[in-house]
């Protein structure tokens, strides 16, 4: 059974940076496709950033691209998301997601199969 397990959120500034940490475990990690969402009171979960199997191809939603990062440790079975320069607008909960490598990365959320409980990021202004 997969099982995924995020850390890292919590409250920071406007500006400031958290780093998100997802653990997985009951998969073979290194045949997964790995992906953040997020989910904002009131509003549908929305892709947010996503990495393949290999780290070779990481897609993020506009509204974060160079301000996140995404990145996978294959040998630890984690997915991290750092996150800079953060904005009021940001504030949701964080999911990490898991799908088997199969026909590339999709960002809509009903195209993953597994998912972690979530992490609450805050961003005060």
């Known amino acids: 059974q997969v099982q995924l397990v995020e850390s890292g959120g919590g409250l920071v500034q406007a500006g400031g940076s958290l780093r998100l940490s997802c653990a997985a475990s009951?998969?073979?990690?290194?045949?997964?496709?790995m992906g953040w969402f997020r989910q904002a009171p009131g509003k549908e979960r929305e892709f947010v950033a996503a990495?393949?199997?290999?780290?070779?191809?990481?897609p993020y939603a506009a509204s974060v691209k160079g301000r996140f990062t995404i990145s996978r440790d294959n040998a630890k079975n984690s997915v991290y998301l750092q996150m800079n320069s953060l904005k009021p607008e940001d504030t949701a909960v964080y999911y990490c997601?898991?799908?088997?490598?199969?026909?590339?990365?999709?960002?809509?959320?009903?195209?993953?199969?597994?998912w972690g409980q979530g992490t609450q990021v805050t961003v005060s202004s």
């Open positions: 997601a898991a799908r088997y490598n199969v026909r590339g990365i999709v960002t809509s959320a009903s195209g993953w199969p597994d």
């Open positions: 990495i393949t199997w290999n780290g070779g191809t990481t």
């Open positions: 009951g998969l073979t990690f290194s045949s997964y496709n």
